[in-house]
Structure formats: C-alpha cells, structure tokens
C-alpha cells in the first residue's frame, strides 16, 4: 500500500465541513446531559424519595450498556412510540419526519446524564458540609446554599472530569453515522469510498480531531485557572 499525502490534505479539507456537525451533538448533549446529570444527583445526595432510588437505578444501567445500544433503542424504539401514540390519538404526524440527528442527541444526552451525574455528584460530595451550616447560619435556604455557595465550588473541582466527559461524548459522537448522520466519521467513509484511499481518510479524521480534543483541554485549561483566581480572592 502507498499513502497518498496529497489525497490526506484533500480529504482534511472536505472533512472540515462535518465538523459543526459533529460539535452541534457534542455541545447539545453534554449541555443537555449535564442539566439531566446534576438534577440525578441531587436526587441521589439528598435521597429524595422514589426519585433518588429510581436515579441510582437509571445511573446504574445506563452506565453498564454501551453507547452503541443506546443509541440503536432510541433509533428503533422510540420512532414506534411515536407512531403508535400517534395512531391512537388519530394525529397525522409520524415519526419519519424527524431528522436523523435527533435520535442521536437523545440517545447521547441520555448517556452523557448518567456519566455526567456521578461528576457532579462526586464534586458536590467534595465540598464540605460546613459550608451548608454556614450558609444556614445567615439565613439560606437549601437550595439558596446549593446555588450560591455548594454548586460553584462543585463546578470548580469537577472541570477536570467535565472536559474529560466532553472530550469523551466528542468521540463518541462518531456512532452517529449508525443511523445516516453525518459526521466527522461518516464524512471520512464518504470521501474515501471514491477511490478507496480510506486510510488517507482515516488519518484526516484522526488529525482533526485530535486539534479539537487539544483545544477542549486549553479552554477548560484556562476556565479552571480563571476560576481559582477567583477563589482565592483574585481578580481575572
């Protein structure tokens, strides 16, 4: 086999246009995760009943079956639910109308939750219980103490995982392409298949994103020292 470097700039170029493609699932699902994620954990901490049992339950199997399955359960299961929702209520729409991608961003916001909840969860544990009785002590209520005083020192020593789930999702959108979504991935195939250079394809997508893994570390590289100034009183 002779590598083609010629062809590998080629397909890096026509490579570039997936890109927003395959940042518009990552940042919708880790966003969308997340909200789902710290509402889980919450539940969990404070065992709130049914749901905090439920929580560690749908934390428990989401976290145990791989992405690849939920992704699949949500392209051929949910469509039927749909559809015969849909049909019992006489309703004319249909489950065919909807974009592919948007399989693909509940599957991924579903497993981005489960990971992201123990994060959270971890860096909610991780501030101490004096800081509640303190904010108690002025007169705040609980979810006054989690907002202002508890969630942003949680935030501040998860940043670390955060980026390591981002850059995990970010990876794992290249499942996408199971169900026609074009990606960085699928892009790769498509380009490659016109006269089989797939390894000069593959080496494209790699380099590519590996430059958008690189920078997802350098900006929350730059978040966290921005807010450990802050912490210990200083200005950004």
């Given at each position: 086999m002779k590598l083609?470097?010629?062809?590998?700039?080629?397909?890096?170029?026509?490579?570039?246009?997936?890109?927003?493609?395959?940042?518009?699932?990552?940042?919708?699902?880790?966003?969308?995760?997340?909200?789902?994620?710290?509402?889980?954990?919450?539940?969990?901490?404070?065992?709130?009943?049914?749901?905090?049992?439920?929580?560690a339950g749908y934390v428990t199997f989401i976290r145990g079956t791989p992405m690849l399955v939920h992704l699949l359960l949500i392209y051929y299961g949910l469509p039927a639910v749909i559809d015969g929702v849909s049909a019992a209520f006489g309703w004319s729409f249909?489950?065919?109308?909807?974009?592919?991608?948007?399989?693909?961003?509940?599957?991924?916001?579903?497993?981005?939750?489960?990971?992201?909840?123990?994060?959270?969860?971890?860096?909610?544990?991780?501030?101490?219980?004096?800081?509640?009785?303190?904010?108690?002590?002025?007169?705040?209520?609980?979810?006054?103490?989690i907002r202002r005083i508890v969630f942003p020192q949680a935030f501040a020593a998860s940043i670390p995982n955060l980026s390591n789930s981002f850059i995990g999702m970010l990876h794992g959108s290249t499942l996408a392409f199971t169900v026609s979504v074009?990606?960085?991935?699928?892009?790769?195939?498509?380009?490659?298949?016109?006269?089989w250079k797939y390894f000069e394809a593959y080496i494209a997508a790699a380099v590519i994103f590996w430059g958008l893994t690189v920078l997802?570390?350098?900006?929350?590289?730059?978040?966290?020292?921005?807010?450990?100034?802050?912490?210990?009183g200083g200005v950004a």
């Open positions: 083609d470097p010629a062809f590998i700039w080629t397909a890096f170029v026509k490579l570039l246009s997936a890109v927003p493609t395959t940042l518009f699932i990552t940042v919708v699902s880790v966003a969308a995760g997340f909200l789902l994620g710290t509402a889980i954990a919450l539940f969990r901490i404070y065992k709130v009943p049914v749901l905090g049992p439920l929580s249909r489950s065919v109308s909807i974009p592919y991608v948007v399989f693909a961003l509940i599957a991924f916001t579903i497993t981005a939750s489960a990971y992201l909840s123990e994060v959270v969860r971890s860096g909610l544990l991780s501030v101490s219980s004096g800081q509640l009785e303190a904010a108690y002590s002025v007169g705040m209520t609980t979810p006054q103490a074009v990606e960085i991935n699928a892009k790769a195939q498509i380009v490659a298949s016109t006269n997802i570390e350098r900006l929350a590289g730059v978040l966290e020292r921005k807010i450990n100034i802050y912490n210990r």
